[in-house]
Nanobody, 117 residues
Framework: QVQLVESGGGSVQAGGSLRLSCAASINSVSRNAMGWYRQAPGKQRELVATITSGGLTNYVDSVKGRFTISRDNAKNTVYLQMNSLKPEDTAVYYC???????????WGQGTQVTVSS
């Protein structure tokens, strides 16, 4: 079982920054992807950004140029640097960990990000 521990959420004003962290307790070194989803009130969960163990990144269009995902493979930790935050970014952010062989998927408990105007 993989355990994901998230931190870094909080409340900021529009234009501010936050840095989310997610540490994964992993007992496998198979290829994987880690990332962040978010879910705003009344909306479905949305993929924000992903990064593979090889460093390939992907972002939803609405955060490109503002958010940066990175990871420290030695620490099994993924980060999401969020700059120029907007009220529309307000959501619960969830960390994910996925492997492809064997197939598996794990989710963190979520951390609240609130951006005020």
């Amino acid at each position: 079982q993989v355990q994901l521990v998230e931190s870094g959420g909080g409340s900021v004003q529009a234009g501010g920054s936050l840095r989310l962290s997610c540490a994964a307790s992993i007992n496998s070194v198979s290829r994987n992807a880690m990332g962040w989803y978010r879910q705003a009130p009344g909306k479905q969960r949305e993929l924000v950004a992903t990064i593979t163990s090889g460093g390939l990144t992907n972002y939803v269009d609405s955060v490109k140029g503002r958010f940066t995902i990175s990871r420290d493979n030695a620490k099994n930790t993924v980060y999401l640097q969020m700059n120029s935050l907007k009220p529309e970014d307000t959501a619960v952010y969830y960390c994910t960990y996925r492997t492809f062989w064997p197939k598996s998927e794990y989710w963190g408990q979520g951390t609240q990000v609130t951006v005020s105007s």
